[in-house]
């Protein structure tokens, strides 16, 4: 029986999506060849590039409306700094909310001046900041949606006069947002989406080209839309991996079906870490909670060698938190079920009654 997987990442997929991309593995399309060994170039692989790049534009709303879809590589790592590299001219406001946002102020601040309108790393990350001047004259504001550390998430997104970019590696395609107000997202793909490997990219077409630096070929935005998204060899099992789990999401109902079962799993797990006097939540504000990664811990360590051996014989993968927070992290990704997440709460009363 496959185990109950609340990994961070690389996390669960959906199994129609794991027994597909296993079959193509062996035999992609009937060609008798496997999908890892035929050429990129193939009209076999260029539609499923075409087909995942179509696929994400639709669920987040985008199409027709100036937005280019792109899988590239290198992760959000990557990407913090390739959003300076195309954006950041003379000065860059960040929103400072967890590690990863953290880790791409570091990288911008080679290539220009980076504000940090708003932060929490003060108190260990463990709430949204709110009520923060957004000074004028950025280049760009950027923000994080959901900190899969520290288990916070941005509800309400600021309103800028400069182009918006957000880092949605652990909640894309999790929730109904308006897009729109986004001139560039990207996510890795290991969160919510596919294997790790590839990451996506949808950019406003026309903030691009605004820095007076030459930007190199691969980091240039501006290029991969020209080639689409084929500028050099692809990262052609993730892409493919990708396309079937929005596939599958299109067949689920979309976004706003994925919303809802994602609001009921929360709910569950969260109405038990508040109910359940052995463990106490992670993040400050009850509102800055995620939805993605429930991050908790006991009240008393005592009765942490039993919790994890029950959790560990209940079948439950990937519970432990981050090392920098300790404690426990329930990742919620799109695929995982809520008789998943239901086992974990009736695993927290079972502890509760030996306590």
Same mark, same amino acid.
Request: charged residues 20%; glycine residues 6%; proline residues 3%.
């Given at each position: 029986?496959?185990k109950?997987?609340? #990994?961070?990442g690389?996390c669960?997929l959906?199994?129609? =999506? %794991?027994?597909?991309?296993s079959?193509?593995?062996l035999?992609f399309?009937g %060609?008798?060849?496997s999908l890892i060994e035929? #050429?990129h170039?193939?009209?076999?692989?260029?539609?499923?590039?075409? *087909?995942a790049?179509?696929l994400?534009?639709?669920?987040?709303g985008?199409?027709?409306?100036?937005y280019?879809?792109l899988f590239?590589q290198?992760?959000?790592s990557?990407e913090?700094?390739? =959003?300076a590299f195309?954006?950041?001219?003379? *000065?860059?406001?960040?929103i400072n909310?967890?590690?990863?946002s953290?880790?791409?102020i @570091?990288e911008?601040?080679l290539?220009?001046d980076?504000v940090?309108v708003?932060?929490?790393?003060?108190a260990?990350?463990?709430?949204?900041p709110? !009520?923060y001047q957004i000074p004028?004259?950025?280049?760009?504001?950027?923000?994080?949606?959901?900190?899969?550390?520290?288990?916070?998430?941005i509800?309400?997104f600021p309103?800028?006069?400069?182009?918006?970019?957000?880092d949605?590696s652990s909640d894309?395609?999790s929730?109904?947002?308006d897009?729109?107000?986004?001139?560039l997202?990207?996510?890795?793909?290991q969160?919510?989406?596919g294997?790790?490997?590839?990451?996506?990219v949808? =950019?406003?077409?026309e903030?691009?080209g605004q820095?007076?630096?030459k930007? &190199?070929s691969?980091?240039?935005?501006?290029v991969h839309?020209s080639?689409?998204?084929m500028?050099n060899? &692809?990262?052609v099992f993730?892409?493919? =991996?990708?396309?079937l789990?929005l596939e599958?999401?299109?067949? %689920?109902?979309g976004v706003?079906t994925i919303e809802?079962?994602?609001n009921?799993?929360?709910e569950?797990?969260y109405?038990?870490?508040d *109910?359940n006097?052995l463990? @106490?939540?992670?993040v400050?504000?009850?509102? !800055?909670?995620?939805?993605?990664?429930?991050?908790? #811990?006991l009240v008393n360590?005592d009765?942490?060698?039993?919790?994890?051996?029950?959790?560990?014989?209940?079948?439950?993968?990937?519970?432990?938190g981050?090392?920098?927070v300790?404690?426990?992290r329930?990742?919620?990704?799109?695929a995982?079920?809520i008789?998943?997440?239901q086992?974990?709460? !009736?695993?927290?009363?079972?502890i509760e009654?030996?306590?």
């Amino acid at each position: 029986m496959k185990k109950h997987n609340f #990994s961070a990442g690389p996390c669960i997929l959906p199994q129609s =999506v %794991l027994q597909k991309a296993s079959e193509a593995v062996l035999n992609f399309d009937g %060609l008798d060849l496997s999908l890892i060994e035929i #050429s990129h170039r193939s009209k076999n692989f260029v539609n499923v590039m075409d *087909r995942a790049r179509e696929l994400a534009l639709e669920h987040l709303g985008l199409q027709n409306k100036g937005y280019q879809a792109l899988f590239l590589q290198g992760g959000a790592s990557m990407e913090f700094l390739m =959003v300076a590299f195309n954006f950041l001219e003379t *000065r860059a406001g960040y929103i400072n909310t967890g590690t990863w946002s953290d880790k791409a102020i @570091k990288e911008a601040k080679l290539f220009g001046d980076v504000v940090e309108v708003a932060s929490s790393k003060g108190a260990n990350f463990n709430y949204i900041p709110k !009520d923060y001047q957004i000074p004028s004259g950025l280049d760009y504001l950027h923000c994080t949606s959901n900190n899969t550390i520290f288990g916070t998430q941005i509800n309400n997104f600021p309103e800028t006069d400069c182009p918006l970019i957000c880092d949605m590696s652990s909640d894309i395609f999790s929730r109904v947002l308006d897009f729109s107000k986004f001139d560039l997202i990207y996510a890795g793909a290991q969160k919510n989406m596919g294997p790790a490997g590839t990451t996506l990219v949808v =950019v406003k077409e026309e903030v691009l080209g605004q820095v007076s630096r030459k930007i &190199p070929s691969m980091m240039d935005y501006k290029v991969h839309i020209s080639k689409d998204s084929m500028f050099n060899t &692809p990262a052609v099992f993730p892409v493919y =991996v990708s396309m079937l789990t929005l596939e599958w999401l299109k067949e %689920l109902g979309g976004v706003a079906t994925i919303e809802k079962n994602n609001n009921k799993k929360a709910e569950l797990l969260y109405n038990e870490i508040d *109910r359940n006097p052995l463990f @106490k939540g992670f993040v400050a504000n009850k509102e !800055d909670r995620s939805k993605m990664n429930a991050t908790f #811990s006991l009240v008393n360590e005592d009765h942490k060698l039993d919790f994890d051996t029950l959790w560990t014989e209940a079948g439950i993968n990937g519970l432990n938190g981050h090392r920098s927070v300790g404690g426990y992290r329930a990742s919620m990704y799109n695929a995982l079920s809520i008789e998943s997440v239901q086992v974990l709460v !009736d695993v927290m009363k079972e502890i509760e009654k030996k306590a």
